[in-house]
């Protein structure tokens, strides 16, 4: 029977997954305040006028945040850090946020969403390896059978590392929401099956062993 996810860190080669906490907000703010983010397609929300700006973001879209239902609502939000740098300090270098959400555990689904990245670290082996870690707590640990990554259509870059995972692009869901700043959103819906997984896993293993 598919379960909740629990909110466990989960723990790789090169990065850390960890429950969002306010001791983390100022590091993601530091990250949202990057122009080049928002110039790169990462348009859902708002870029921030300043630092403090910034933190008022990285709250919304981290904290408070109701736990996963399994009827498809709420979501576990993560900070991703860098192992390799975690003996310096309690905590490695922040990278960056992703989340599992919208469980519904009679469909036996998922989703892998709300992620942003440092720029810094785009082409490294931190998406494929965080992506590897909840992938692998989804289907083998959660037991869901199917995990959903979409993004947005203007967002051509993150489609395109969403394609390099394995997940197979389902299509365009028309003005499937809006954007923050008020205008309509197409999207780009991928998803990766149980049946895949196996697959799926092999390439991630192989892309992150490289690096």
């Not at 003996?87 to 689904?109: A, F, I, M, N, P």
């Not at 870690?133 to 083998?140: G, N, S």
Request: with cysteine; glycine share 12%; aromatic share 6%.
């Amino acid at each position: 029977m598919p379960i909740l996810p629990s909110g466990v860190p989960l723990v790789g080669r090169h990065v850390r997954l960890d429950p969002f906490v306010e001791a983390d907000v100022d590091d993601l703010a530091e990250i949202l305040t990057d122009p080049a983010l928002y110039g790169a397609g990462y348009v859902i929300h708002r870029q921030p006028a300043d630092l403090d700006d910034a933190q008022v973001l990285a709250r919304q879209r981290c904290l408070g945040i109701e736990p996963p239902n399994g009827k498809g609502a709420g979501r576990v939000c993560y900070a991703i850090r860098l192992v390799a740098d975690s003996d310096l300090g309690e905590k490695g270098t922040l990278v960056g946020t992703t989340s599992y959400g919208d469980v519904d555990l009679v469909k036996q689904s998922g989703h892998i969403g709300w992620t942003i990245y440092g720029t810094q670290w785009w082409g490294t082996a931190v998406n494929p390896e965080a992506k590897l870690l909840l992938l692998t707590e989804a289907f083998e640990t959660l037991g869901h059978g199917r995990v959903k990554i979409q993004t947005d259509v203007l967002n051509t870059r993150s489609q395109a590392a969403i394609a390099k995972l394995g997940a197979t692009r389902e299509g365009v869901l028309r003005r499937e929401t809006v954007r923050e700043d008020g205008s309509p959103r197409d999207t780009v819906v991928f998803s990766v099956i149980i049946d895949e997984w196996p697959g799926v896993k092999a390439g991630l293993v192989g892309r992150v062993g490289r690096q």
